[in-house]
């Protein structure tokens, strides 16, 4: 079992449309999560931080279950700008980052 | 957060040959790291870059392929050894401490003939 695993997508959506990633991880040591966003050729940059309690930036909402270890991304009203990869990227329980393989998002006009 | 550089930004390389990659931070970071990500992949730490000392390498990943340099605390080199096409990928550094995120270099995009 892969220690952070994601829906590959693409998902495809319109502009407007409200999209949800998912991902798992098997390490139940971890503490910290974090959604990067990584743009094709570009290097991964930093989204959102996740907190166990769920935080909001904006448009994007995360969501952390420790029980299921079980991370979510909500996107809504999609913007054709957030056509990018999202990785999902879990402490390993040491100074190490784990990255998922990452969910491709398209949205089309 | 700090401002990261890496040098070459690309390379197109002759297999057999090697190249360092640099990695600056405008500021002194604790820890610095050094990935791969290969074509359609994500991302595979190499090795965590010790000021100081040994860098500490991850399972599959050797010192004599990948020997890095940390000389102080803003600055770090990865050396890919002796090239062959299965090399070729983007090659990141990033910083970040203890369970905080990371923020990352903007990459070296090294493609091996």
């Known amino acids: 079992r892969k220690e952070v695993e994601q829906d590959p997508g693409p998902f495809n959506v319109p502009e407007g449309a409200t999209v949800a990633f998912n991902c798992t991880y098997s390490?139940?040591?971890?503490?910290?999560f974090f959604w990067y966003r990584q743009d094709c050729r570009k290097e991964p940059k930093l989204l959102m931080s996740?907190?166990?309690s769920g935080n909001e930036d904006g448009r994007f909402t995360a969501q952390l279950n420790r029980a299921s270890q079980y991370i979510s991304l909500l996107i809504r009203d999609s913007k054709l700008s957030d056509s990018a990869t999202y990785l999902c990227v879990v402490n390993s329980g040491t100074d190490k980052l784990i990255f998922g393989t990452g969910t491709r998002l398209q949205v089309f006009p | 957060s700090a401002v990261i550089s890496q040098k070459p930004s690309r390379d197109i390389c002759q297999r057999g040959t090697s190249l360092t990659i640099q990695c600056q931070v405008d500021s002194q970071v604790t820890m610095m790291f050094w990935y791969r990500q290969q074509p359609g992949q994500s991302l595979t730490l190499i090795a965590t870059?010790?000021?100081?000392?040994?860098?500490?390498?991850e399972s599959g990943f050797v010192i004599d392929k990948f020997p890095i340099s940390r000389p102080n605390l803003t600055f770090s080199t990865l050396t890919v050894s002796n090239m062959s096409p299965e090399d070729s990928s983007i090659y990141l550094c990033?910083?970040?401490?203890?369970?905080?995120?990371?923020?990352f270099g903007d990459g070296t995009r090294l493609s091996i003939l």
């Open positions: 870059a010790n000021q100081g000392s040994e860098a500490t390498y």
């Open positions: 996740v907190y166990s």
């Open positions: 390490n139940s040591a971890s503490q910290s």
């Open positions: 990033s910083v970040g401490e203890s369970d905080q995120p990371q923020h």
